[in-house]
């Protein structure tokens, strides 16, 4: 099967920067092209070097072969990119789509894209799946969004949701896609995110962009007002960006930074888009937290700290609950409530025994629900049920 995914019109995969929706599509095409299948994908790329034009012969990694639109600079800022920066790169895909002839087309978070950009294979099947709340590019008017919007969807042979909470979101808003939609998880590399020996007295650890709705400053607070008088030896690591795209921090990130160097206790440190550092870093924790305060859609920290066999701490945003078995592989606690994600993580770090069989049980929970074999063999089923239509 010739099978082509189109991304984002602002995310260049492979990522450069880290990010779950280009992380996402590397994974699934990474692994659809172990499976036997022809991948292609579609996406803009941050390399200069890839920027000049675009690109229909394509670049070959790890068997996917990758396409690029070139957004000019004119367009991908400012006023000018709110309505033409989507035009222009789902334009550039309809043709690249066109040059490619493939069986199926899977769009990613953007039904406006998919129904600019379906004419250039018109006996194609067209899937998206929903990675957030937010459909991204749009033409800023409600009335004419939700139309283009529904075409999209009413062109696509199926609906997927990245967590059963964003596919019953986008069911509410958008009660025509019902008959068509599923949930298939984001996936997490086994091989890559697994367990080996941890020190005596690993840090608590936070992955992730250090933002408001990230919730950073709850674990912080949780931290210093519950985790650190109760529980003397503990340490928290903070790992991530200020920003994917901010070239200066915001005024949320510097205040943050400066109660975290207060505190001799706290590691505040930049990102790793490294993955084999990244999960060395996971397996160097003894729990992982997700404060998130926003409803995130899934949660691909939570996935990969479990696949290294770390237990999990998440908030009840979102889809975020959906990672974990709750009190096996890791804990949920109310959305902002300090106090119980304090004693949430000491129920884990004051318990070694207990903090090792967890560490097992998230390993086994990740491998059998979120793997790529098994999420790349729900993607192929969708496509086979798709195409058979």
């Known amino acids: 099967m010739k099978i082509c995914h189109v991304a984002p019109e602002l995310l260049p995969v492979p990522p450069t920067r880290g990010g779950a929706i280009e992380r996402w599509i590397r994974d699934a095409a990474t692994r659809l092209a172990a499976r036997g299948h022809e991948l292609h994908v579609i996406s803009r790329n941050h390399d200069e070097a890839h920027l000049r034009s675009e690109s229909y012969g394509g670049q070959a990694i790890d068997g996917v072969r990758y396409h690029y639109v070139a957004v000019p600079k004119a367009i991908d800022r400012g006023l000018p990119a709110v309505m033409l920066r989507g035009l222009w790169h789902y334009e550039g895909a309809r043709r690249v789509i066109a040059a490619i002839k493939p069986d199926v087309v899977h769009h990613h978070s953007r039904p406006g894209g998919l129904w600019l950009s379906k004419g250039g294979a018109p006996t194609a099947k067209q899937v998206i799946s929903l990675h957030s709340m937010d459909y991204g590019w749009a033409f800023g008017y409600a009335g004419w969004d939700r139309r283009i919007f529904n075409w999209g969807f009413d062109a696509a042979a199926r609906v997927l949701g990245v967590s059963n909470f964003i596919r019953r979101h986008a069911e509410e808003r958008y009660p025509r896609i019902r008959s068509k939609s599923e949930t298939v998880y984001n996936g997490v590399d086994g091989e890559l995110f697994k367990p080996e020996g941890k020190p005596g007295d690993p840090p608590i650890l936070y992955v992730g962009r250090v933002e408001e709705r990230k919730g950073v400053d709850v674990l912080v607070d949780a931290f210093e007002k519950v985790i650190a008088p109760q529980h003397p030896a503990a340490r928290l690591r903070i790992v991530g960006p200020h920003s994917y795209w901010d070239a200066q921090p915001s005024p949320y990130y510097r205040a943050l930074a400066e109660r975290c160097a207060?505190?001799?206790?706290?590691?505040?440190?930049?990102?790793?888009?490294?993955?084999?550092?990244?999960?060395?870093?996971?397996?160097?924790?003894?729990?992982?937290?997700?404060?998130?305060?926003?409803?995130?859609?899934?949660?691909?920290?939570?996935?990969?700290?479990?696949?290294?066999?770390?237990?999990?701490?998440?908030?009840?945003?979102?889809?975020?609950?959906?990672?974990?078995?709750?009190?096996?592989?890791?804990?949920?606690?109310?959305?902002?409530?300090?106090?119980?994600?304090?004693?949430?993580?000491?129920?884990?770090?004051?318990?070694?025994?207990?903090?090792?069989?967890?560490?097992?049980?998230?390993?086994?929970?990740?491998?059998?629900?979120?793997?790529?074999?098994?999420?790349?063999?729900?993607?192929?089923?969708?496509?086979?049920e798709a195409t058979a239509q």
């Open 262 to 384: 207060a505190n001799p206790r706290i590691e505040l440190r930049g990102p790793t888009y490294d993955d084999r550092e990244l999960a060395a870093v996971y397996r160097d924790s003894a729990v992982t937290v997700v404060p998130s305060v926003f409803p995130e859609a899934l949660g691909l920290t939570a996935l990969e700290a479990q696949a290294s066999g770390v237990p999990v701490v998440v908030s009840s945003a979102g889809g975020l609950p959906e990672t974990v078995s709750a009190g096996k592989s890791g804990i949920v606690f109310e959305n902002r409530n300090i106090g119980q994600l304090g004693e949430a993580v000491l129920s884990i770090l004051r318990n070694r025994d207990r903090r090792i069989e967890m560490g097992r049980t998230a390993r086994a929970w990740a491998m059998q629900t979120f793997s790529w074999d098994v999420i790349a063999a729900e993607l192929e089923r969708v496509y086979v």
